[in-house]
T-cell receptor
Framework: ETGVTQTPRHLVMGMTNKKSLKCEQH?????MYWYKQSAKKPLELMFV???????ENNSVPSRFSPECPNSSHLFLHLHTLQPEDSALYLC????????????????FGPGTRLLVL | RKEVEQDPGPFNVPEGATVAFNCTYS??????FFWYRQDCRKEPKLLMS?????NEDGRFTAQLNRASQYISLLIRDSKLSDSATYLC?????????????WGAGTKLIIKP
């Protein structure tokens, strides 16, 4: 398997709820990512962390809040979401060679399928 | 125009046939290219990188055409297990400031 785990696998929440998605990688990688995948749309990169530092935030609404306490764990905190936020949220990791900023192959977790009612 | 464009399909192909599909990209500065495979309700997994000279891995052949700005994936002697969505990925930029651009995928269904 990929060595990247995500919990929960499925989540249903109301628009006023607060929940968190968790990702853990067991591959010794130094970069982690959150992606959103909606039906028939390309993967949308949301956040990137290199060595626990957030290096990218692709204009994601503030109702999504990432947290990276160490290089193996990544969280996505959710609050006051909208129905259009329903999607598959994928976590990925890779080994980023800092000298050239080269990001190797991305390994994905199984995703959290989120439904916002 | 989308940055990375793929025919969504589905491509319905009989088992044993050869199938090919393309992915076009809009930015001529694109550096690297990849094919990922995503099974239904599963995560994407790297299938193969695409090298300038073209490369082959078993029944799979990837080609890059920089002049026309597309990459292709050819699958020979297709198996039922090849049924999946194939995602094209393009890497833009160098150094620490670069990004991966994903296509929406081409769905392939292999029929017995």
């Amino acid at each position: 398997e990929t060595g990247v785990t995500q919990t929960p696998r499925h989540l249903v929440m109301g628009m006023t709820n607060k929940k968190s998605l968790k990702c853990e990688q067991h591959l010794g990688h130094n970069a982690m990512y959150w992606y959103k995948q909606s039906a028939k749309k390309p993967l949308e990169l949301m956040f990137v962390y290199n060595f626990k530092e957030q290096t990218e935030n692709n204009s994601v609404p503030s109702r999504f809040s990432p947290e990276c306490p160490n290089s193996s764990h990544l969280f996505l905190h959710l609050h006051t979401l909208q129905p259009e936020d329903s999607a598959l949220y994928l976590c990925a990791s890779s080994q980023d060679r800092t000298s050239g900023g080269y990001r190797e192959t991305q390994y994905f977790g199984p995703g959290t399928r989120l439904l916002v009612l | 125009r989308k940055e990375v464009e793929q025919d969504p399909g589905p491509f319905n192909v009989p088992e044993g046939a050869t199938v090919a599909f393309n992915c076009t990209y809009s930015n001529s500065a694109s550096q690297s290219f990849f094919w990922y495979r995503q099974d239904c309700r599963k995560e994407p997994k790297l299938l193969m990188s695409v090298y300038s000279s073209g490369n082959e891995d078993g029944r799979f052949t990837a080609q890059l055409n920089r002049a026309s700005q597309y990459i292709s994936l050819l699958i020979r002697d297709s198996k039922l297990s090849d049924s999946a969505t194939y995602l094209c990925v393009v890497r833009l930029g160098r150094g620490s400031n670069y990004q991966l651009i994903w296509g929406a995928g081409t769905k392939l269904i292999i029929k017995p």
